[in-house]
């Protein structure tokens, strides 16, 4: 099983652009989930999904917006891209989402805004 | 305010030796706490998941214990190696079932 694959691994955007990250799970997990990491942030959560159709905003869901079309995608786009969401983007999926289930991540996708 | 906090400077020890991490929280109630290990440039990798009403897990060299009267999560790799030098995460769901909150981790370094 290849788990959770993000594509691209790495970016490179000018400010004002716009991308799509993809996620693709193939565990049939329901719940889907897109985090950033920054030095000293630790992991915040931007959106999350609880199924096919559903998205929901996280902690951090400014200038980013999610789609779940399909149970196993999905999908993280920049409207217009900032300096401040230079970042490490991590998807992440679980069978539930009680707490009670391990995550299993994506390798990242390293995104620089310049 | 709710956090969780993890040990900020970086663990240093030798092969062999017994590995501690703490994770402490303040304000939760969690149902479940979860460790995770996350090597550089990589995906943070679940290891163990203790519900509130274990004291303790083992899982061949890695043992947690969560004591919920001390708001407190003991991470532990006994016989360690030089492959266990990673960064440690401690995460604990808060409440909102769909959410876990996570702590910044601890760097872990075993020296041979």
């Known amino acids: 099983n290849a788990g959770v694959t993000q594509t691209p691994k790495f970016r490179v955007l000018k400010t004002g652009q716009s991308m799509t990250l993809l996620c693709a799970q193939d565990?049939?997990?329901?719940?889907m989930y897109w985090y950033r990491q920054d030095p000293g942030m630790g992991l915040r959560l931007i959106h999350y999904s609880v199924g096919e159709g559903t998205t929901a905003k996280g902690e951090v869901p400014d200038g980013y917006n999610v789609s779940r079309l399909k149970k196993q995608n999905f999908l993280l786009g920049l409207e217009s891209a900032a300096p401040s969401q230079t970042s490490v983007y991590f998807c992440?999926?679980?069978?539930?989402?009680?707490?009670?289930?391990?995550?299993?991540f994506g390798s990242g996708t390293r995104l620089t805004v310049v | 305010s709710q956090k969780i906090e993890q040990n900020s400077e970086a663990l240093n020890i030798q092969e062999g030796k017994t590995a501690t991490l703490t994770c402490n929280y303040t304000?939760?109630?969690?149902?479940?706490l979860q460790w995770y290990r996350q090597d550089p440039g990589r995906g943070p990798v679940f290891l163990l998941l203790?519900?509130?009403n274990e004291k303790e897990k083992r899982k061949e060299r890695l043992k947690v214990t969560f004591d919920t009267t001390l708001k407190q999560s003991l991470f532990h790799i006994t016989a360690s190696q030089p492959a266990d030098s990673a960064t440690y995460l401690c995460a604990l769901n808060a409440g909102n079932n769909r959410k876990l909150i996570w702590g910044l981790g601890t760097s872990l370094a075993v020296n041979p």
């Open positions: 203790i519900r509130e």
């Open positions: 565990m049939n997990h329901e719940y």
């Open positions: 992440a999926s679980s069978l539930a989402g009680t707490g009670g289930y391990g995550y299993t």
């Open positions: 304000n939760y109630s969690p149902a479940y």
